[in-house]
């Protein structure tokens, strides 16, 4: 039984350096959580292959997802396009990579657009303004049919969102602004086949902004979804494994806007072998208890055993309950989201 929120974490207000000067250890004034993206990753420095930035989008458009990822993990850059069609199973997109320093992200998220037109890639994410942004692409499928999408995800005015720095130590912290329940609407294009994102039900924008230095090998759980209850946006956000022990989380969720911040630890319950079987993410505190009923499995691996990643990214619907800090209750069904667990060696 929920008896009462408020996170321990520090709020911050105003804008922040992520790292001391020339690039250093992290700030001490940067630990914390903020409403909106505050922090400027002035990464510059630190040992070489350890500093990673990038964005990722995810559009959830009821009978099509939509991703895309533009990053700099400091050896290499990479950029991806994906979709799927959960329904049938049917998915595609294409993914490219480039040298260190080829693909460069701003040190304030949102404020520079991500451009690249490579090996038959071409992918935009436009810098935000007070609408919000762009996400376009082109591509070419395996089978050789043409891909693209052009999707605008807006923000709406006064929209909160999860900002973080998890510190795992002074020279090893990262700060992440995740950002969910923001609308969209466009299409996606592969061959003869065009979906609707937005039109005729809702569709959600989902943003995962990180900026740090890494150490060398980690595993993750994220989890995010938006959707309506009765009349309420409702939007969820929350983490596991990477942030325990920092004294930090990724926690949290709206209604209608406005973020209830979670410092606790979440248990979540789950079975890699099974990623298809229902996901229960709960709070000892009792402000949430979800579960994710999977439809789609997003599993890859790349790399080998000394550099690499291997994840399960499953898709489906949220029910369950929230209790915000005011001890208002909304409960849920059927909101659209994924979960993932990430094994990176990197």
Request: glycine fraction near 14%; include cysteine; hydrophobic fraction near 35%.
């Amino acid at each position: 039984m929920w008896n009462g929120g408020v996170t321990h974490e520090p709020e911050l207000t105003e804008p922040v350096d992520l790292c001391l000067p020339d690039g250093g250890p992290l700030n001490p004034a940067a630990r914390g959580w903020s409403r909106h993206p505050l922090h400027r990753a002035n990464l510059d420095g630190g040992d070489p292959g350890r500093n990673k930035r990038w964005d990722y989008w995810a559009v959830l458009g009821g009978d099509v997802v939509v991703s895309c990822v533009y990053a700099d993990i400091d050896v290499l850059g990479l950029a991806d396009v994906w979709w799927a069609e959960p329904a049938t199973g049917r998915s595609g997109g294409a993914g490219i990579l480039a040298g260190p320093g080829m693909l460069r992200l701003p040190q304030r998220c949102g404020t520079a657009d991500l451009e690249v037109d490579h090996d038959g890639l071409a992918l935009r994410i436009a810098a935000e303004n007070a609408e919000g942004t762009r996400l376009s692409a082109s591509w070419t499928e395996a089978d050789g049919r043409p891909g693209s999408f052009d999707i605008r995800v807006a923000r709406p005015e006064g929209l909160e969102s999860v900002n973080v720095v998890v510190p795992w130590s002074d020279d090893t912290f990262n700060f992440t602004s995740k950002q969910v329940a923001r609308p969209a609407v466009g299409h996606l294009r592969v061959g003869d086949d065009e979906f609707a994102i937005g039109a005729g039900s809702d569709a959600w924008g989902v943003l995962d902004v990180g900026r740090g230095r890494w150490p060398s090998s980690l595993t993750w759980n994220w989890g995010a979804g938006s959707g309506r209850a009765d009349g309420t946006v409702v939007g969820l956000q929350f983490g596991a494994r990477w942030t325990e022990g920092t004294g930090a989380t990724e926690n949290g969720f709206l209604l209608d806007g406005r973020l209830t911040k979670l410092g606790r630890e979440l248990t979540w319950s789950y079975e890699w072998e099974d990623p298809t079987a229902p996901w229960s993410i709960e709070d000892p505190g009792g402000q949430l208890s979800v579960v994710l009923t999977p439809v789609h499995d997003k599993y890859t691996r790349t790399g080998g055993d000394d550099l690499g990643s291997e994840v399960h990214q499953v898709f489906g619907t949220y029910a369950g309950r929230v209790t915000d800090d005011d001890g208002r209750t909304v409960e849920f069904r059927g909101i659209p989201g994924f979960a993932e667990e990430a094994r990176q060696r990197w």
